[in-house]
């Protein structure tokens, strides 16, 4: 079919397809649905109680019979699953994270509380220390305050089963261990978890826009100044994550994540091009703090929420992980 007409101006009118509803529609390569979403909880111990995140508008830390109503809400709207982050009161912090794999634990609590009570909704728990360390980092420190890896990986694999045992449909270790997906998959089998699926944090970046999650985790205060930058990754290398995907792909993780979402996307469209496997992305919670933020003094409309969303997905990404992932289920829904 020729497009130009030459000696004619404009040779091509692709505006022609973007006329109309109709033709709009029909060449939509993208389309946002409530099965792309993953809502993200926090979950304080308590009864009857919601506290709002300063920095994050709209989110609250849930206790357990709080976090049901929430869990029902999205059964009933249709999120396929919800990724539980707790919060550990200070006096239950100590150095080795210990509080990470104890049986009847907050996490383990709540991933039995959601699976007794909605069945149906995929339960995701996170796989790391920093909930649970007096230093706020993801791992065992040494004297000199660095990660420890393989001693990390050990109670990463203990807290994982006591989440496997309590319920929880996926596992998501957010930690950047080295070896840590192939220690997983091995304790999971060996133990007879061969339906618990791994999510990956495969290529997560060292990044300023997880301020507002530390906050809501009370991870901030514990952290410092101190970083995590010998564990999570450069945010100018992209080679890296491909490496680091490979890696997890290898060990035996079901899903990959890229996070944070939209400064990462090239990431996402490099890792969906060469693995072509489940890709998930999370749109951290600085992303969701600068858009509520400017979406409250009537700088971006609201519509900016579902664009960012829709990008997202368009880069690659199988499901979002999104703070949003509520609120846009209910509008996909009316
Ligand atoms: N294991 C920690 C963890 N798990 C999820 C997030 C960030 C999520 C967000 O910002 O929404 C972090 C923060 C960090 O690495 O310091
Ligand atoms: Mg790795």
């Known amino acids: 079919m020729p497009q130009i007409v030459p000696g004619q101006f404009p040779g091509a009118r692709p505006r022609r397809m973007r006329r109309d509803e109709f033709s709009r529609r029909l060449m939509r390569e993208t389309v946002l649905t409530v099965d792309d979403l993953i809502q993200p909880l926090f979950v ?36 396929p699953a919800v990724a539980l982050f707790p919060v550990t009161a200070p006096e239950a912090k100590s150095l080795d994270g210990a509080a990470a794999y104890a049986p009847d634990g907050l996490a383990q609590r709540a991933v039995r509380a959601l699976k007794d009570a909605f069945p149906q ?26 990660v420890l890896n393989d001693e990390t990986v050990a109670v990463l694999v203990r807290q994982a089963l006591s989440h496997a045992e309590a319920g929880a449909d996926v596992v998501a270790p957010s930690d950047m261990m080295d070896g ?48 995590k ?11 890296e994550a491909l490496r680091e995907v490979a890696l997890d792909l290898d060990e035996g993780a079901d899903m990959v994540m890229i996070k ?12 969906k091009e060469q693995f072509a496997v489940p890709t998930f992305v999370y749109q951290v919670s600085g992303e ?32 979002i992980l999104t703070y949003f992932a509520r609120r846009v289920a209910t509008a996909l829904r009316a």
Request: net charge negative; with cysteine.
């Open 288 to 319: 969701y703090a600068m858009q509520m933020a400017a979406i409250r003094n009537g700088w971006l409309s609201e519509a900016v929420i579902a664009e960012s969303l829709l990008c997202i997905k368009r880069a690659g990404a199988d499901g």
């Open 44 to 79: 304080i111990e308590g009864q009857g109680r919601r506290e709002a995140v300063e920095s994050m508008p709209g989110v609250e830390r849930l206790t357990i019979d709080e976090l049901l109503r929430e869990g029902e809400e999205l059964a009933r709207l249709g999120v």
């Open 260 to 271: 944070p979402g939209m400064p990462y996307l090239d990431i996402v469209r490099r890792v």
């Open 121 to 146: 909704l995929g339960v995701i728990t996170d796989v790391a220390l920093d909930p649970y360390t007096s230093h706020g980092q993801d791992g065992i420190v040494d004297a000199d305050g660095y």
């Open 180 to 227: 840590r997906i192939g220690a997983l998959r091995e304790a999971l089998e060996s133990n007879d978890f061969i339906h618990t699926r791994i999510l990956a944090y495969s290529a997560k970046y060292a990044s300023s826009y997880y301020g507002p999650f530390r906050d809501a985790v009370g991870s901030a205060g514990a952290l410092g100044k101190g970083n």
């Open 229 to 239: 930058y010998s564990y999570q990754m450069d945010p100018a290398n992209s080679d």
